[in-house]
């Protein structure tokens, strides 16, 4: 059977790293579990900090969704502002409006810094209504972005077709800030960073217990054990071994699919600005292309799974609806990664004991929420400074019927890409 969970972005990413397996006994500031967005950035700003650090990753760096993802910089959650404010209150709502506000530029300047290879594109995204009431959606949302000071701009649908060139778009909300990126270039560029500034990152390296014991954190692996005054937990829908810390989310599965490199030709039709996509559908669909011109086009479901031939069917048919020039151009790549998704759809901060956080439930917006959320984590430990933080932590957070609703959002997802083709 194919498998799934190698992506593309495994393939052509053009960042090295040299790691090893942790090995022996080691006493460190800060520890940090996961390898993804979250992790390396809280070991890469501790490190800057001065502080002795060190990530342990079950895997490689990337393995989870930060590896497997669409590439899409967003400034924000999904959730438009008035709806992160009636869940927050106005003033812990407004910090981190403005925070993720300016998460692509921490984004980007990171990868100026530490010379990342991670194909980056800042030239803004479309927020692409899928139908008319889906422009209205927009419409509303532009309001609410433009009160909060947003830089953004609604474009009608006569303009939206001729920016995507696409004749299914009816309209867009496009945000400047925003931009793509090489998703597993990036996470493996921040890996390095953190190194580069003395982190120890250790991959192939999963945490088989942890426990406080005399006022420090324990964590064995079966090759080695860390003492650590601090703990950042960065596992988000990727945790394994440690049961007593695992987050609560809903799993939720999002697939994509690459084209063949497409031609001078075809490529100068398609996004000739290189914006990154994403639609205003019940079940979303993102679509972008790549620095090699290969067109990747995604939504949510899983593609080892029963539905996982209509998801594929679905991507020709959607395909040829949004660009009928590639409808019949072959399909070279399939993958799907896993996504944290909250009741709120806003992230949790959770304190899983002294001077230990976790970060979980990105929902889907993990690259500059996951940035940001890393490096104030790791300065809020090492400043013992609550503050600090870009929501407040909690003692523990619970979702219910867990299973039964990633049931629901995968039955849904499998039977609306059977069914039809949406736009």
């Known amino acids: 059977m194919r498998d799934h969970d190698q992506s593309l972005w495994r393939q052509t990413t053009s960042e090295r790293l040299n790691t090893s ?23 890469l700003a501790a490190a800057r900090a001065g502080a002795s650090v060190c990530l342990l990753e079950a895997h490689q760096i990337g393995h989870g969704g930060s590896g497997r993802n669409v590439g899409l910089v967003n400034a924000g959650l999904w959730l438009p502002p008035a709806e992160i404010r009636g869940h927050l209150g106005q003033v812990a709502g407004d910090r981190l409006i403005d925070l993720l506000a300016t998460a692509p530029a921490e ?9 990342i290879r991670c194909e980056p594109v800042r030239n803004g995204t479309l927020h692409c209504a899928h139908s008319t009431s889906g422009y209205q959606n927009l419409r509303a949302r532009y309001a609410q972005l433009s009160d909060s000071g947003a830089p953004v701009e609604l474009i009608n649908a006569t303009a939206s077709r001729q920016r995507t060139g696409s004749p299914g778009v ?58 650590a005054r601090s703990v950042i937990q960065a596992t988000n829908a990727y945790h394994q071994g440690i049961a007593d810390t695992a987050p609560d989310y809903v799993p939720v599965y999002y697939f994509q699919y690459a084209t063949a490199p497409l031609s001078h030709n075809l490529r100068a039709s398609i996004l000739p600005n290189g914006e990154g ?31 996982g031939f209509a998801h594929k069917a679905w991507v020709r048919r959607k ?105």
């Not at 397996?21 to 070991?43: E, F, M, R, W």
């Not at 976790?358 to 940035?371: E, L, Q, V, Y």
Request: a negative charge; charged letters at 15%.
């Open 107 to 115: 984004v980007f300047a990171l990868i100026d810094t530490y010379g």
């Open 319 to 423: 395909l040829a609806t949004l660009y009928p020039q590639l409808a019949d151009h072959p399909l070279i790549e399939g993958w799907h990664g896993r996504i944290a998704m909250t009741s709120d759809h806003i992230p949790k901060i959770t304190e899983i004991g002294p001077n230990a956080l976790a970060a979980h439930g990105f929902s889907g917006r993990g690259i500059g929420p996951g940035t940001v959320f890393g490096r104030l984590m790791a300065e809020c430990l090492l400043n013992d400074d609550p503050s600090l933080l870009p929501v407040p932590s909690v003692p523990d957070y619970r979702e219910n019927w867990t299973g039964l609703r990633r049931a629901f959002f995968e039955t849904g997802a499998a039977l609306t890409h059977l069914i039809k083709a949406r736009f």
């Open 21 to 43: 397996q942790l090995s022996g006994d080691l006493t460190v500031d800060l520890a940090v579990i996961g390898g993804g967005y979250t992790g390396c950035s809280a070991a």
């Open 277 to 307: 996509c994403w639609d205003t559908g019940l079940i979303m669909t993102s679509f972008r292309l790549d620095q090699a011109g290969r067109f990747i086009i995604g939504g949510m479901g899983e593609l080892s799974g029963v539905g």
């Open 170 to 227: 009816h309209g867009a909300l496009f945000d400047p800030r925003a931009g793509t990126i090489q998703p597993l270039a990036y996470a493996v560029g921040l890996a390095r960073a953190a190194q580069e500034e003395g982190a120890q990152i250790f991959t192939q390296s999963p945490v088989q217990s942890l426990r406080h014991e005399g006022g420090v954190w324990v964590l064995h692996s079966s090759t080695g054990t860390v003492r």
